[in-house]
Structures are given as structure tokens and as C-alpha cells.
């Protein structure tokens, strides 16, 4: 027999909104529409309006499975649809609305200005490289687990002499290197990303460029730019100690950036959490930058970032390193 698809239970109609439990950021315009809904369909909508989550957490907690539904905004959705490719955003629970930016009252010319280069703006390469960066990447399909099934001998990838070479140079156990590899490229020397990081290491064109490599590098010059990379994030973080818990903010910066990572680390001072230490403290306001309370803290440098999304990051990278221990010689 072939396998069913359940589309019963995906919500298609407004009306099979009756009954079910739909949870909203607490204060959103959300819930009264919802509620507006409710009398349209003629039958109870049950709104939880969420203290203790914003709409983003919310979707997380839907594609966890921890709820079932949720609403927000389309754009947002689509945006978190990339980190979550398991759920479904195609119903609305309401008409079209225009979206905005505001402008201090009476400035007509900056409103004006504004008008006119957006318009020529959406007409540019670098808009349409935006938009695929933020509506239509599937991050999602890069977060797996481990390569460690297929795993044969003490053997990890074809550039196991290459990464024992160079990650000697950074006093890095190659195992660990290979791990970040694997997350990066899945050991592919070809692979290039949506914002265009090349290789192996899957350094942006701006990294590349500083140390030296491009998309006709070799595997070895990929690798060997990727850990001059590192030897330079390892430079920022000299005064974390031990050096098993400075990697965790190395890892951190190696996919969002060092501002990003200092960034929470002023936020962990401000909230009296240790600046030196990953988990539950820096970790914990790295992705508390998603938020407008935290991103829009005057010590907040670089603005809002996904910082859930890089604690996972660490998180595979470090669990691999461990199988990887236990599976083959250093």
C-alpha cells in the first residue's frame, strides 16, 4: 500500500478553525482578529494570547510539536519557513494589509525619498539577493545530525591528512576541525552557498577574499584560509578559559560573526551572567537577540540576529566532535 498523506490535518478553511487552540504573542493584533474570525464563523476560535513567547518562539514551539498553531504575520512566517521547513503557512486568517515605514510627521521629502528608492531598489540584483536570503533559503535542510553512520575505519572524509595538517596549526584536534567541516560543507570542496561561501570551509566572499582564496581554490587552500580564520577569531576570545569552552565562542563567531558573539557578551554582563561562559549565559542572550527588547538594547552593537539558530550550530558540531572521539584515532 502506498503511504497517505494526512491533509486533514492541515487547516485549509477558515471554518476548520472551530474549536481548535491558537496561541498568539501576547498584545498583537492577532488575537482580536481572531476574535473577529470567530464571530464570522460562527463558532468558538480558543485564543491563548503568550506571555511568556514571542510570535517567533511560538512558531518553534509549532514546529517542535510542542502546539499546534499559531499566527503571524505572513512575512515573518515565511522567514522562519526556511529555519523550519515542517510548517505550513498557507492559510491566512485574514484579507491582504499594506506594510509600511514611518516617518517622523510632516517629513514629506524623506517620505518622498524613501518612495523613490525602494522602487529602484527592487529592481536590483542585491534586492533579489535579500529576498532569497531571507524568503526562500532552506536552512532547515543543513541541520543534520552526524555523518557518523557512515563512518567506515578510522577514516572521516577523503581530506582527513589535509585537516590533521592544518588544524595542527591552530592546536585544534583535527577530529573537531573535521566536525565543523561537516556542518559546513558536508565534506563538499564544491559547495557554495546563498550568500556565496565557497568551499570546504564555506568562507563568505569578504573572508575569502582576507585570507587569501576564491572559488577556484583548491581543498587545501580552502582549508588552510578556514583555519586562519580561526586563528584570528581565537585572537578576540584569549581571555576565556579553559580553551575547550573558548572554541564553543569561536564556533558561535565562525557562523554569525564576532559582533554578534560580543554582542551578547555585553548583554550577559548587563544582566550580572559570566562573560566567559557558553552555555546558559552567553548562549542564552546570543539568542535573546531575536527579540526587539534585547536587540534594541543600547549595548547592543549589530542589531537583531537568529542566535538560536548558531547555539544549535555549536551544539551539532560539539556532540559530533564527541562520536567522532569515540569512533576514530587521533
Request: glycine letters at 4%; hydrophobic letters at 35%; a positive charge.
Amino acid at each position: 500500500m502506498k503511504p497517505k498523506v494526512l491533509y486533514k490535518s492541515l487547516i485549509r478553511n477558515q471554518l476548520d478553525l472551530a474549536n481548535k487552540i491558537i496561541y498568539v504573542e501576547n498584545a498583537s493584533t492577532y488575537s482580536q482578529r481572531l476574535q473577529n474570525l470567530s464571530d464570522e464563523i460562527g463558532a468558538t476560535i480558543h485564543v491563548v494570547d503568550s506571555t511568556k513567547h514571542d510570535t517567533e518562539a511560538l512558531i518553534t514551539l509549532v514546529a517542535n510539536g510542542e502546539i499546534d498553531y499559531a499566527v503571524a504575520d505572513e512575512n515573518l512566517a515565511k522567514v522562519n519557513q526556511t529555519y523550519h521547513s515542517n510548517i505550513d503557512i498557507e492559510t491566512a486568517v485574514s484579507f491582504p494589509q499594506n506594510l509600511a515605514w514611518g516617518v517622523a510627521k510632516n517629513a514629506d521629502t524623506m517620505a518622498d525619498s524613501i518612495d523613490f528608492w525602494l522602487a529602484d531598489f527592487r529592481k536590483t540584483k542585491k534586492y533579489k539577493r535579500l529576498y532569497n536570503k531571507y524568503f526562500r533559503s532552506s536552512r532547515s535542510a543543513r541541520v543534520v545530525s552526524s555523518n557518523v553512520k557512515d563512518l567506515r575505519g578510522s577514516k572521516i572524509s577523503d581530506f582527513d591528512d589535509l585537516i590533521k595538517k592544518h588544524s595542527a596549526e591552530i592546536g585544534w584536534d583535527w577530529r573537531l576541525l573535521a566536525s565543523l567541516i561537516y556542518e559546513e560543507s558536508r565534506f563538499n570542496p564544491d559547495a557554495e552557498s546563498w550568500v556565496g561561501a565557497m568551499g570546504l570551509m564555506q568562507l563568505i566572499p569578504v573572508t575569502a577574499k582576507k585570507f587569501g582564496v576564491n572559488n577556484l581554490s583548491s581543498p587545501e587552500e580552502n582549508i588552510l584560509a578556514g583555519v586562519k580564520f580561526i586563528r584570528w577569531l581565537d585572537k578576540q576570545y584569549t581571555d576565556i578559559q579553559p580553551k575547550t569552552e573558548r572554541t564553543k565562542f569561536i564556533l558561535a563567531s565562525y557562523h554569525i560573526g564576532a559582533g554578534h558573539i560580543q554582542d551578547a557578551m555585553r548583554l550577559a554582563k548587563k544582566y550580572k551572567k559570566k562573560t566567559n561562559v557558553w552555555e546558559e549565559n552567553v548562549a542564552t542572550y546570543l539568542a535573546n537577540k531575536s527579540k526587539p527588547s534585547f536587540y534594541q538594547d543600547p549595548v547592543v552593537k549589530f542589531g537583531y540576529c537568529r542566535g538560536s539558530n548558531t547555539n544549535r550550530y555549536v551544539e551539532l558540531i560539539m556532540n559530533r566532535y564527541e562520536l567522532y572521539k569515540g569512533l576514530i584515532k587521533k
